[in-house]
Each structure stands twice: as structure tokens, then as C-alpha cells.
Nanobody
Framework: QVQLAESGGGSVQTGGSLRLSCVISEYTYNTRCTGWFRQAPGKAREGIATMTDKGSTLYADSVKGRFTISQDYTSDTAFLQMNDLKPEDSGMYFC??????????????????WGQGTPVTVSS
């Protein structure tokens, strides 16, 4: 069973930075799409970034130019570097992983495997 565990969330002021990590274990598919999502209280979950196992990345317009997704396959860890944070970036952040075969690797695609989330709070 694929397992994902996020860490790195916290509280920062507007304009600050955070780096989220997601350790992925027991992943056995031949291809991988890794995604980051967030969900603010009372709002729908939003896909914000994806990365293929070939290194291709996509971002939601709301984070483009401020967030960067990356992966270290040595440690099997995905990262989300978040810069110039704004109060509207607050929420629970989740990582997800799945095969590329069925849904490709577009932002917001369905995923079968999810982490528990890590909270981010940005104060003005």
C-alpha cells in the first residue's frame, strides 16, 4: 500500500516562505504523477501543482511563479517550496501520488493515494 506523509507546515506572515515535504513509500507503479493540493476551511480542495517522474511540472494560476514542486528520488521525497505567501494561501496542504497511465498528470487530476495533510497559516 502506497503511503505518503507530509510535513513542513506552519505559521508565517505575508511574504514569508515555507517548504513542505512529502515522503512517499511502498510506491510500485511504473510511472508517477505527484501532486499537491490544498483546502481552506469551507472551500473545495484545490489542485495546485503536479510533477511527472520525467520532471515535467504544471501549476495552478493561483500559485504560478511563487510555488515550486520538486522531487528527490534518492529519498523518495516530494517538496513544495512556497514563496511570497499570502493569507489566501492558508489551508491544509496534501500531497498525492499515482500512476500516470489513466489520468495523465494535469493539475487537479484524481489520485488514489493521499497523505494526511499539513496545515499552513499565513497571517497579514
Amino acid at each position: 500500500q502506497v503511503q505518503l506523509a507530509e510535513s513542513g507546515g506552519g505559521s508565517v506572515q505575508t511574504g514569508g516562505s515555507l517548504r513542505l515535504s512529502c515522503v512517499i513509500s511502498e510506491y510500485t507503479y511504473n510511472t508517477r504523477c505527484t501532486g499537491w493540493f490544498r483546502q481552506a476551511p469551507g472551500k473545495a480542495r484545490e489542485g495546485i501543482a503536479t510533477m511527472t517522474d520525467k520532471g515535467s511540472t504544471l501549476y495552478a494560476d493561483s500559485v504560478k511563479g511563487r510555488f515550486t514542486i520538486s522531487q528527490d528520488y534518492t529519498s523518495d521525497t516530494a517538496f513544495l517550496q512556497m514563496n511570497d505567501l499570502k493569507p489566501e494561501d492558508s489551508g491544509m496542504y496534501f500531497c498525492a501520488a499515482d500512476s500516470i497511465a489513466l489520468y495523465g498528470c494535469r493539475v487537479g487530476r484524481p489520485f488514489s493515494h493521499w497523505g494526511q495533510g499539513t496545515p499552513v497559516t499565513v497571517s497579514s
